[in-house]
């Protein structure tokens, strides 16, 4: 069975967006009810539920309750064989707490914006990565339209073999 990938979109709503979204992210007990039915509209087994984002959950209940929920949520959805990815900006929480949530999640992605000659390039540094050794560095990416994420890997580097451009992920 193919694993199945849903967004669950608890920012949207702090814009006034109203379709498609977690109504209330503020209340922890609709985020609850709201995870659920994704699961369940996935068939409950192997799903993988993108959080985006923890900030809303963090700005409006005491930082041990949000601690706990986020455990609990991450518990329903790795009971069922899932992963659960989430989003958290640096910065958005203090930096004790933000440390926290990195403590309780499998894997740590960081996304970095850098200027270079005057352009914005993107960065990603793969920091954490449950059951995998990793060695962290910066790897360039773009997004292509209609193609996906294109990772610009070094041309001599441990990461590959083969030409300068890196591989497709997504679509």
Do not use: W
């Amino acid at each position: 069975m193919l694993n199945k990938l849903s967004i669950m979109d608890c920012y949207s709503a702090t814009a006034g967006v109203t379709e498609g979204v977690v109504p209330q992210p503020f209340d922890l007990t609709n985020v609850s009810i709201h995870l659920t039915s994704l699961m369940e509209k996935m068939g409950n087994h192997q799903v993988t539920i993108i959080v985006d984002s923890l900030m809303p959950i963090f700005s409006e209940t005491e930082p041990k309750h949000a601690v706990s929920f986020l455990q609990s949520i991450a518990a329903k959805v790795k009971k069922v064989g899932g992963k659960m990815i989430a989003t958290l900006s640096t910065g958005s929480v203090q930096p004790e707490l933000f440390h926290k949530v990195e403590s309780l999640v499998d894997g740590v992605v960081e996304l970095r914006m850098v200027e270079e000659h005057q352009v914005l390039r993107r960065y990603l540094l793969v920091r954490k990565m449950d059951r995998r050794q990793i060695i962290p560095r910066l790897v360039r990416f773009d997004i292509i339209s209609g193609i996906g994420i294109q990772l610009q890997l070094p041309r001599f580097g441990f990461l590959r073999k083969g030409p300068n451009m890196g591989r497709m992920v997504g679509s």
